[in-house]
């Protein structure tokens, strides 16, 4: 079982960067795509950035392109998610997510939601 626990949100000011962390205690971290995902009080949740489990694809929606960057590093169980130029409507909880099975493509995990776990959520909040 995928057991996913992201740190590193918190308070910062518009345009400021942060970096989550999303680590895995459920051992299959490495067969899986893995991303990102927030929700905002009364929004629907969006997909920020996917990876592939062997972190050389990548997908972001053009919303955060350029801004946004998703890593991981197998040797940590770790997936990070760089965040520059922080702006008020950034604030949400953010998740972190597994790829519902092993074959989900960055693409469709980002496209069609198809996430399979998720952890409990780190708030950012972006102060104007």
């Known amino acids: 079982q995928v057991q996913l626990v992201e740190s590193g949100g918190g308070l910062v000011q518009a345009g400021d960067s942060l970096r989550l962390s999303c680590a895995d205690s459920?051992?299959?971290?490495?067969?899986?795509?893995m991303g990102w995902f927030r929700q905002a009080p009364g929004k629907e949740r969006e997909v920020l950035a996917t990876i592939s489990y062997s972190g050389y694809h990548t997908w972001y929606p053009d919303s955060v392109k350029g801004r946004f960057s998703i890593s991981r590093d197998p040797a940590k169980n770790t997936v990070y998610l760089q965040m520059n130029s922080l702006k008020p409507e950034d604030t949400a909880v953010y998740y972190c997510?597994?790829?519902?099975?092993?074959?989900?493509?960055?693409?469709?995990?980002?496209?069609?939601?198809?996430?399979?776990?998720w952890g409990q959520g780190t708030q950012v909040t972006v102060s104007s």
């Open positions: 997510a597994a790829g519902s099975s092993p074959i989900t493509t960055p693409k469709e995990m980002g496209v069609m939601k198809t996430f399979g776990s």
């Open positions: 459920g051992g299959i971290f490495s067969t899986y795509t």
